[in-house]
Nanobody, 121 residues
Framework: QVQLVESGGGLVQPGGSLRLSCAAS????????MGWYRQAPGKQRELVAT???????NYADSVKGRFAISSDHAKKTVYLQMNSLKPEDTAVYVC???????????????WGQGTQVTVSS
């Protein structure tokens, strides 16, 4: 009953920019944290960036200074602005939301299906 819909992925040249969006819908409320993870071939899923309900942010060292996470908790939406993209950023980017469902009021992690980001010439 909780759905995360991601958008904004695509093919971009090195040095380019993309902006990812993730909107949560359904029976989720009281969101604590929203963020992005990524999975690349041959690598484990890694945290990219998170933002809490009180605007605390956390970034992977590899993206600091290049990526910026923001959110609109009233709209249950999180964004990831990606600048100065590198081929190493190529991955499936997956949205994550931690919050409670109005069905049972249990806090859980919810995951999107992912959006492909490819950085290549």
């Amino acid at each position: 009953q909780v759905q995360l819909v991601e958008s904004g992925g695509g093919l971009v040249q090195p040095g380019g920019s993309l902006r990812l969006s993730c909107a949560a819908s359904g029976s989720i409320f009281s969101i604590n944290t929203m963020g992005w993870y990524r999975q690349a071939p041959g690598k484990q899923r890694e945290l990219v960036a998170t933002i809490s309900s009180d605007a605390r942010v956390n970034y992977a060292d590899s993206v600091k200074g290049r990526f910026a996470i923001s959110s609109d908790h009233a709209k249950k939406t999180v964004y990831l602005q990606m600048n100065s993209l590198k081929p190493e950023d190529t991955a499936v980017y997956v949205c994550n939301v931690n919050g409670a469902s109005s069905g049972d009021y249990v806090r859980r992690d919810y995951w999107g299906q992912g959006t492909q980001v490819t950085v290549s010439s």
